[in-house]
């Protein structure tokens, strides 16, 4: 399998550097601002924790809060995994040499390198940058598919734009994977990171039988380290498949993530509500830098969730940009490269707490070198 671009750049210069201006979780939750949150009830499920094997599905309590967030999944049609782990056990399971594969473009690489490692044809479906934001033609999609594809991969909001889609696009994808019967795989890692409510769109796996939604903590709940993920379809073929894969990857989750994990479903609201503040707080403050360096990048505002993928219009090519920003001032930005993006473009994470003074750093080294 080739390196994954940007876990090996996270790997290389997430713990050196002073400020990360291109994170993609929100600022992470303590242990114990997390046991503090806990009910009795789930105290209890931590107090009484052995450190045994799991339930390779997940802890029934756990699979039981995930299922109650979507309107028709049953605890069953729930697979707890790591976010990354569950990526690869979809793609194993459901796809076959020779298949075919549309997935919106840039994309988190596992989405379809895993895919293209089994021997499928991978399509792009390429965002496009406009004036103020991004736009996916669906003009297109009719033109990617062919008898051989076997599923269309989506990830709204999306990592790394920050586009989402509208009620009605999404619809008019279902309706197109249905006519097709298509898996439609739908990353919903930032979803909740809306802006409105309005902008929310339903899950997948609640509007169509062939949908997947992938899910987690990792994102907009800031956890992580817990490493708790889900996979959650109304396809009653699936689940089983799933399971018997991940007696091949960890056989369960760990116990005490699980736990940990119950918690913060059943203190969603407030872990959500603070994250969704921080998020704000921080965009407003990334929208008034963009403005007065309008000289330098084009800000391209993101519609949900904790990322934003502004264009680079200085004279040196992006990556150039970002080491230097590196070298000089510890500020870790990561360049469009590392999506395999070739256009100018960088990643902005608006999702953790000293947002602010990072981008003054970053503000600061481009008036001494730039003016
Ligand atoms: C779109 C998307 N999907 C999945 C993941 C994987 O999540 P995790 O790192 O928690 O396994 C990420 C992580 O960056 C992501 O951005």
Redesign the pocket.
Known sequence: MRPFL?ERYFAEYEFKAAGLLSA??CESLGMDELLRMATPASLELWRDLRLGYTETAGHPLLRAEVAGMYDGIAADGVMIA??????FIAMQTLLAPGEGVVVVAP??Q??YEVARHIGCGVTRWELEPERDGWRLDFGRLARLVDERTRMLVI?FP??PTGHTLTRPELDAIVEFARARDLYLFS?E??RLLEYEPGARLPAVCDLYEKGIS?A????AYGL?GL?V?WLATRDRTLPGRWLAFKDYTTICSSAPSEILGIIALRSREPILQRNREIVAGNLAVAARFFARRADLFAWLAPAAGPVAFPGWLGDEPVERFCREALERTGVMIVPAGVFEYPGEHLRIGLGRGGFSATLDRLEEHLRDRLG
């Open positions: 940007l993609s979780d790591a976010p990354e782990e569950a990526i994309a988190y596992s989405l990830n999306h990592n990353d890692m930032y992938l987690g903590l990792s994102k992580p490493r993920g």
